[in-house]
């Protein structure tokens, strides 16, 4: 007689359990198991959005735990759509957003290109290239803020053998025009690897056997690289732009790291901005506002970006 683990369980259940789990049908055990999970995905997801809602209609603050909470309507929202600052920090990111992931593509979609065709050392350089996304936002952040340094920094250097501008009077962070471009840098550096990727598994998913009939049917290289090569990679091209857009859009850690939100507001995004109000200034209602705020916007943007990616998945 067979003494499995599955066979103790047996064994150990009471007659009566066991045969209420008999009765169960498939949906109701299948429910079961998947009931906790459900339960703390509401607990930790939905709640949070919840109150956040709630309290971006008050006027609470929360290093004033014991002030009476008014409600004050749509208050805040409108504060918000009519505050100058926020739109500055609106346009920082819209810049940041949109110089990162034309970057990230175009670099990354070349080195996957390169990689696909397989030369002598394919594996140790795809190795190399992937290692910056594999470190920490915080070590990137203090190990590019070393190369930026106007007096030491190996950037300032290379800028000056190019250039032949003085390195200690080149300053990338400090400088109100270069800084956000500093950032844009970094982040491109750090997540085109992630890019290249996703690429990558586009260009491998494609069959020879398509570029075989091109080629019998006399189609150059470039020819094939636009109606064949493009056309097959673009869903997982825009896929990339979809997860690297929503990340940058939340970008915190690594700007906080390089430049602290400054120099003036050039390059403080909204995040950055978010953290000031919540726990700077403690306006907290309002901060829950703002995110409210960012949230839609995020998730409008990203529902129309599906359904657009949806029918070119489609063709």
Not at 41 to 48: D, G, H, Q, R
Not at 223 to 229: A, G, H, S, Y
Not at 280 to 298: C, H, Q
Request: proline share 5%; charged share 15%.
């Amino acid at each position: 007689m067979s003494d499995t683990p599955i066979d103790r369980v047996a064994k150990a259940t009471p007659p009566t359990v066991a045969a209420k789990i008999r009765g169960l049908s498939d949906r109701t055990i299948a429910w079961l198991f998947v009931a906790p999970t459900i339960f703390l995905l509401l607990a930790v997801n939905i709640f949070p959005l919840i109150w956040t809602i709630n309290l971006s209609f008050t006027n609470f603050r929360a290093n004033r735990p014991n002030r009476d909470v008014e409600y004050i309507g749509l208050r805040n929202y409108e504060r918000i759509l009519t505050d100058g600052d926020i739109w500055l920090t609106m346009q920082a990111t819209a810049h940041f957003l949109f110089w990162t992931i034309v970057l990230q593509v175009l670099i990354g979609f070349t080195l996957a290109w390169l990689i696909n065709r397989k030369f002598k050392g394919n594996d140790l350089w795809t190795t190399l290239i992937v290692l910056p996304m594999m470190l920490s936002p915080a070590v990137v952040g203090n190990f590019w803020t070393f190369l930026y340094q106007p007096q030491i920094g190996l950037f300032n250097y290379g800028v000056s053998f190019f250039t032949g501008v003085d390195p200690a009077s080149f300053q990338m962070i400090g400088d109100v025009a270069l800084a956000p471009w500093a950032i844009v840098i970094v982040d491109t550096w750090m997540w085109t690897p992630f890019v290249m990727l996703i690429c990558l598994a586009g260009l491998r998913s494609i069959p020879d056997y398509i570029y075989e009939a091109a080629e019998i049917d006399r189609a150059s290289k470039w020819r094939q690289f636009w109606t064949i090569t493009v056309p097959m990679v673009l869903p997982f091209l825009m896929l990339a732009v979809l997860f690297r857009g929503i990340e940058n859009f939340k970008m915190f850690d690594l700007v906080v790291q390089l430049t602290g939100g400054g120099p003036g507001s050039v390059t403080e995004l909204t995040s950055i901005n978010l953290k000031r109000e919540a726990f700077e200034k403690w306006r907290t209602g309002y901060a829950s506002a703002y995110a409210i705020v960012l949230f839609v916007t995020v998730f409008g943007l990203a529902s129309i970006y599906v359904k657009a990616l949806n029918k070119v998945k489609e063709r």
